[in-house]
């Protein structure tokens, strides 16, 4: 059976070191009361709140990831962050290629690529983000743009190594984020539109890593999934979790969310 993961991609919204604290302890303790079940669920801190929120959750069910790293090891890199220090942090997942990190900072496929295969030496799960604009949907290039993200992001990536990774399909005019959708409304995708680009990623797993382990690897949905959408998205075969910005930032938020996903799980 795939595993489900339900991850809290708390972007820069949080600032403050002990509200970050505070919000991840208080997720920490709700899920205390609940039968996890194979579930996984993570929040994604700002860098200077990590350590703290790692000390704080440790011993929970509640995990710890990145939102970005440099593929280099060490070294005289201005403003990035090796996958070392997220370990050290306590983190266990790491965000790659998310779509604010594509249209907003330039990142490219080969980019990215270079993180995913250092985060796999290191031992940190990449969870990898793709996703197609509003203007490529409406060209007809749903398939096309998120083939071409899977194929260069996972580039010399073996079988064995997908066992460690995680697919984050999040249609970018779905992202509650006025920067990337300026001009259009944003919309979560109906559950009919996310089973069938679904499938076409599951299949181009497979068809890539081979029956087993494509139908191992989890495919989260993210892009505005909440409370009152989440049961219908989770429900979907090829949907294995959520990635989860606006409705993580909070335990009353995320928590029905995460209870959604482990009784589905069942
Ligand atoms: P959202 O963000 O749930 O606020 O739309 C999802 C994401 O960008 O990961």
């Given at each position: 059976?795939?595993?489900?993961?339900?991850g809290?991609?708390?972007?820069?919204?949080?600032?403050?070191?002990?509200e970050a604290?505070?919000?991840?302890?208080?997720?920490?303790?709700?899920?205390?009361?609940?039968?996890?079940?194979?579930?996984?669920?993570?929040?994604?801190?700002?860098?200077?709140?990590?350590?703290?929120?790692?000390?704080?959750?440790?011993?929970?069910?509640?995990?710890?990831?990145?939102?970005?790293?440099y593929?280099r090891?060490q070294?005289?890199?201005?403003?990035?962050?090796?996958?070392?220090?997220?370990?050290?942090?306590?983190?266990e997942?790491?965000?790659?290629?998310?779509?604010?990190r594509?249209?907003i900072?330039?990142e490219?496929?080969?980019?990215?690529?270079?993180?995913?295969?250092k985060?796999?030496?290191?031992?940190?799960?990449?969870?990898?983000?793709i996703?197609?604009?509003?203007?490529?949907?409406?060209?007809?290039?749903?398939?096309?743009?998120?083939?071409?993200?899977?194929?260069?992001?996972?580039a010399?990536?073996?079988?064995e190594?997908?066992?460690?990774?995680?697919?984050?399909?999040e249609?970018?005019?779905?992202?509650?984020?006025?920067?990337?959708?300026?001009?259009?409304?944003?919309?979560?995708?109906?559950p009919?539109?996310?089973?069938?680009?679904?499938?076409?990623?599951?299949?181009?797993?497979?068809?890539?890593?081979?029956?087993?382990?494509?139908n191992?690897?989890?495919?989260?949905y993210?892009?505005?999934?909440?409370?009152?959408n989440?049961?219908?998205?989770?429900?979907?075969?090829d949907?294995?979790?959520?990635?989860?910005?606006?409705a993580?930032l909070?335990?009353a938020?995320?928590?029905?969310?995460i209870e959604a996903?482990?009784?589905l799980y069942?």
């Open positions: 059976m795939r595993k489900f993961v339900i809290g991609n708390w972007k820069m919204q949080i600032v403050k070191v002990d604290v505070s919000v991840a302890k208080e997720i920490a303790t709700a899920l205390e009361e609940i039968d996890m079940n194979g579930v996984d669920v993570f929040v994604a801190p700002s860098y200077h709140a990590l350590f703290a929120v790692g000390q704080a959750i440790k011993g929970t069910k509640l995990k710890l990831a990145g939102q970005n790293m593929f090891d070294g005289a890199f201005t403003g990035e962050i090796s996958a070392d220090s997220l370990l050290d942090c306590g983190c997942y790491v965000l790659l290629g998310h779509s604010e594509r249209r900072f330039g490219d496929n080969a980019y990215i690529n270079q993180k995913v295969k985060a796999l030496e290191k031992g940190l799960k990449p969870v990898l983000c996703g197609e604009t509003a203007k490529e949907k409406a060209d007809g290039q749903t398939e096309a743009v998120n083939q071409k993200q899977l194929e260069e992001s996972l010399d990536v073996s079988p190594q997908m066992k460690n990774i995680v697919i984050a399909y249609p970018v005019w779905a992202i509650n984020n006025k920067f990337l959708n300026p001009d259009t409304e944003i919309k979560t995708a109906t009919d539109e996310a089973d069938s680009i679904h499938k076409f990623i599951r299949k181009w797993l497979i068809d890539t890593f081979g029956n087993e382990i494509g191992t690897i989890p495919i989260q993210g892009g505005s999934m909440k409370d009152s989440c049961e219908g998205l989770l429900s979907i075969n949907i294995d979790g959520g990635l989860i910005g606006g993580s909070s335990a938020k995320f928590k029905p969310i996903a482990t009784k069942q």
